[in-house]
């Protein structure tokens, strides 16, 4: 598909590290510099990723998946002679960062640096259609423009040199999954079969019907031959009335009721009716089927409306980890239903201020740096299970949102002290916001500050 002309030996990496990252550059021996090739340049900056991102950290793992991502950005620019093993290079990759904004997933690293210098010249001069068409490689596309603007990348690259990418310039767009859709099919498919079968048994053919069985089990995927056995049991046994189910005990006042998750940005973009509203797609590890969700690119999404538009840059929500409130009750913004809620962090107002409290810094909270899509978070010493979908009349985030609160160590935690209806609960004063693993959500440098 992708027709490139013959790459030279020059590694456009090392211009590209030089510009950007002049003192991390210093490292690497003046002979590979002078010379360029791709493998030796490899071999030189491999290392590099904790140099130019020192704000982060690099297991011996990813520090193998830094290699690898150097390798196959090399290996696909060595094949610019052979059309069909690029393209199944290309393919590779692409299939990668399907999930992932980033090599190594939402960690920056020397390898996402290569993978943009090498490749830019190769989709610059991709068609519209192989961007993004059926068989184009759109998520190559959305990570070249991710790392070429996206501050978190911090690369020196002038504007005239940077692809114009258009990523709203979609060609083709995967038909959603319809789970009731798909349901249905599966209904009507299990009836027949069963149907077919109480037949075959009426005409003593008894072997026929429990082929027909088996095949029906074969046949109908998501675990449909639970239904037939449960209809034979139904068939067999008289209807019982059922007790009635006791009113489900409430649950005390909790910040464990909140369900907060880690949350992957994987498109934002300004809502088209709100000047202060962006409207983000957004992976939070629900199952096919949620509630209030749908299929984007593969993965099952929520749309989100936030309040952030010119507070923080567009450029900063996209491909990127988030916290999310994922059972708030679904309202409707300005025409586009919202589903969650990103939590973010600004300055507390005084007490006798009048201005809107989110006057001034916003910044995103920001999920541990090794965090999924999906993972669960909880304020330590308040562990439990979330509620369903939080009922508006009984204000249980109005109630317990006030404790959200930064510290002077940048971190995001729950204040037990601003909530009244806790005074005296809880074993700990000032609980973090973590996952099962330890890890601890934060902020850029909001210290002291109001979080929702």
């Given at each position: 598909m992708a027709s490139t002309a013959p790459i030279q030996t020059e590694d456009c990496l090392l211009s590209v590290l030089h510009r950007s990252f002049p003192e991390a550059l210093a490292s690497v021996p003046k002979s590979v510099e002078a010379v360029g090739v791709v493998e030796d340049a490899n071999l030189a900056v491999s290392g590099l990723s904790a140099d130019i991102?020192?704000?982060?950290?690099?297991?011996?793992?990813?520090?193998?998946?830094?290699?690898?991502?150097?390798?196959?950005?090399?290996?696909?620019?060595?094949?610019?002679?052979?059309?069909?093993?690029?393209?199944?290079?290309?393919?590779?990759?692409?299939?990668?960062?399907?999930?992932?904004?980033?090599?190594?997933?939402?960690?920056?690293?020397?390898?996402?640096?290569?993978?943009?210098?090498?490749?830019?010249?190769?989709?610059?001069?991709?068609?519209?259609?192989?961007?993004?068409?059926?068989?184009?490689?759109?998520?190559?596309?959305?990570?070249?423009?991710?790392?070429?603007?996206?501050?978190?990348?911090?690369?020196?690259?002038?504007?005239?040199?940077?692809?114009?990418?258009?990523?709203?310039?979609?060609?083709?767009?995967?038909?959603?999954?319809?789970?009731?859709?798909?349901?249905?099919?599966?209904?009507?498919?299990?009836?027949?079969?069963?149907?077919?079968?109480?037949?075959?048994?009426?005409?003593?053919?008894?072997?026929?019907a429990e082929q027909v069985e088996a095949a029906v089990k074969v046949a109908v995927v998501g675990g449909s031959a639970k239904v037939i056995e449960k209809a034979q049991k139904k068939e067999k046994k008289e209807k019982q009335s059922k007790p009635q189910k006791q009113p489900a005990k409430e649950k005390p006042l909790s910040p464990s009721l909140i369900d907060l998750r880690v949350g992957h940005i994987l498109k934002?973009?300004?809502?088209?009716?709100?000047?202060?509203?962006?409207?983000?797609?957004?992976?939070?590890?629900?199952?096919?089927?949620?509630?209030?969700?749908?299929?984007?690119?593969?993965?099952?999404?929520?749309?989100?409306?936030?309040?952030?538009?010119?507070?923080?840059?567009?450029?900063?929500?996209?491909g990127r980890k988030i916290v999310a409130v994922c059972n708030l009750k679904p309202v409707t913004m300005r025409g586009v239903k919202s589903a969650a809620m990103v939590l973010a962090a600004s300055p507390r107002a005084a007490e006798d201020a009048t201005e809107n409290p989110h006057n001034g810094p916003v910044e995103l909270v920001d999920p541990p740096s090794d965090a999924k899509a999906g993972d669960r978070l909880f304020f330590e010493g308040w562990e439990g299970e979330p509620e369903g979908v939080l009922n508006p009349k009984k204000k249980v985030w109005e109630s317990i949102q006030p404790g959200f609160t930064t510290t002077e160590q940048l971190e995001v935690g729950f204040e037990v002290a601003a909530v009244p209806q806790l005074a005296g609960a809880g074993q700990v004063s000032l609980g973090k916001l973590a996952t099962k693993g330890g890890g601890v959500c934060t902020v850029k440098s909001l210290k002291g500050g109001l979080v929702r």
């Open positions: 991102y020192p704000h982060f950290t690099y297991s011996e793992v990813e520090r193998s998946e830094i290699e690898q991502g150097l390798t196959t950005s090399a290996r696909i620019i060595a094949a610019s002679g052979d059309e069909s093993k690029q393209n199944d290079l290309l393919a590779s990759l692409n299939d990668h960062l399907a999930s992932r904004s980033t090599v190594l997933g939402s960690k920056p690293s020397v390898a996402d640096v290569a993978s943009y210098a090498r490749l830019r010249s190769i989709v610059q001069r991709w068609t519209p259609e192989q961007r993004t068409g059926q068989k184009g490689y759109r998520y190559i596309v959305r990570h070249i423009d991710y790392v070429q603007n996206a501050p978190l990348f911090a690369l020196k690259v002038p504007h005239s040199d940077k692809i114009d990418i258009d990523l709203n310039d979609v060609k083709w767009i995967q038909k959603p999954l319809d789970p009731k859709e798909e349901k249905e099919k599966k209904r009507k498919a299990v009836a027949l079969a069963f149907d077919g079968k109480k037949e075959l048994g009426k005409g003593g053919l008894a072997g026929d934002a973009i300004n809502h088209p009716n709100a000047d202060s509203l962006y409207v983000s797609t957004i992976a939070c590890g629900d199952s096919v089927g949620t509630d209030n969700t749908s299929e984007y690119e593969g993965q099952i999404v929520r749309t989100v409306c936030s309040g952030l538009n010119g507070l923080v840059p567009l450029e900063e929500m996209q």
